[in-house]
């Protein structure tokens, strides 16, 4: 027997969730399961700053044109980053990314309360790579 799923409609106005005693009664932690309690700390640990990988850090939007802009404008103050790159919230987040993975170095200049952003020699050999891999995928070669 097929259940027919059109009749279940949310009502204008109305909650997704039906059950009348989310709000009023909801449990705590303690009373989940524990194999629901361990997927919940699980997935919790796993969106940790400390948790995630190189390559969870480097797939984030921004992070290669990122990279590649340090590369070429290096010295560069922070406030060109947001202008030039991108206005997103957590850019202080990435940039903080990539001086925790040593592919830039911040320095703070307390007399023009300034944020400098500069490459290292190990952004600088990532950088190559990324326009490496950049170049193989543009170029037209036997295998495009």
Do not use: W
Request: glycine fraction near 6%; hydrophobic fraction near 35%; charged fraction near 30%.
């Amino acid at each position: 027997m097929v259940e027919n799923l059109t009749e279940k409609r949310i009502p204008f106005g109305g909650k997704l969730d039906d059950r009348n005693n989310v709000d009023s009664s909801p449990r705590s932690f303690d009373q989940l399961p524990k194999d629901v309690q361990e997927l919940l700390v699980s997935r919790k640990n796993r969106l940790t700053k400390e948790a995630r990988s190189t390559i969870a850090v480097l797939e984030q939007k921004h992070m290669l044109t990122l990279i590649l802009y340090l590369d070429e404008m290096s010295p560069v103050l922070k406030t060109d980053i947001y202008n030039d790159v991108s206005r997103c919230s957590n850019m202080t987040q990435k940039l903080d990314d990539l001086d925790g993975l040593g592919l830039i170095a911040t320095y703070y200049t307390g007399r023009t309360n300034s944020h400098i952003m500069m490459i290292t020699e190990k952004g600088r050999l990532v950088a190559d790579c990324i326009r490496e891999i950049r170049g193989i995928i543009e170029s037209d070669g036997p295998d495009a």
